[in-house]
């Protein structure tokens, strides 16, 4: 049995991943994310090639319960999406310690455990895809916990793309700038929050799946994005900042307060 693996699969990205994944020649989809209503709504719309899995990714349980439906039921996985995370917009002292880990285990352990736990079950061919950012080419102050966690998909996805390559198993790591989904917060302490390049997920899902297809480590969409990733490259890392906290001045200035 040929399938594919979708976290976050009823998000803004993810449901985006779901449409072109319907196209393709896969037995099964497994979708997962919580909310068991949303994954109701995919099976409806698709039919019997969406199978849906209602969990919470931040609790280590869920990555071992799916271990035993795989070990169960041995399929092949062609692609695994590591899609499903949070965004956490602030300074250090807006989260408490559950915010935090909650993020840090969603957002970066449950991708580098269900990696592992799925990897058993690729062969030469499969292709694995994890949702970093272009918030990752650089230390970004006041959005410091989620583009951190970001930069850590990038460069965990590029390693193992090279520890793979005798297997033949591709990984990318997407690495997308704003895109118009639910996840992005319209405000931040009464600061209206503004998105400069805003893409659409279908565009991003289309091309991480084309590049993920080409064996690329890293997939950029956009002249926008990939002009940033440029500057990035080329700036010291502190003039980078420098100019974020001035193009956010606004927000930084609330918190001087
Ligand atoms: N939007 C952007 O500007 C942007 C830019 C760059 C990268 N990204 C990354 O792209 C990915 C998808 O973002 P999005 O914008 O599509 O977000 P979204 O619309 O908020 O969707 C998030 C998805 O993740 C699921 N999810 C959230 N918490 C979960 C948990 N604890 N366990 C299992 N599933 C969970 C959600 O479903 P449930 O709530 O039902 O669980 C939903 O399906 C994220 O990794 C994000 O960091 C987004």
Redesign the pocket.
Known sequence: MNIAIL??????????FVEYLAKEKLDQIWC?????K??DALKQKYGQVIRTF??????EQ?ILDLQAVLQEEQPSVKMLI??????IIGRFDDFDLATTR?YI???VK?VVLLTEVVMPFMDSGSHIIN?????SFQPLPFINL?AS??AF?RSYSRSLNQELKGAGISVTA???????????PKEYNGVQIK?PG??Q?EE?AKKALKDAKKGKDMSVYSLYVKAQHLAAKLLPQKVVMKYWLFINRKIVQTKKK
């Open positions: 976290t976050g699969a009823t998000g803004g990205i993810g449901a985006a997962i994310a919580r909310n068991q949303k994954l209602s969990m919470d990714l931040s609790l869920s590591n899609n499903a995370g949070i965004a909650t285990d969603l957002n449950s949702m970093s950012s272009q918030s989620y966690g970001k998909i997407c690495c997308p700038g704003w895109i118009d989904t639910p996840m992005l998105y805003l893409s997920p991003v």
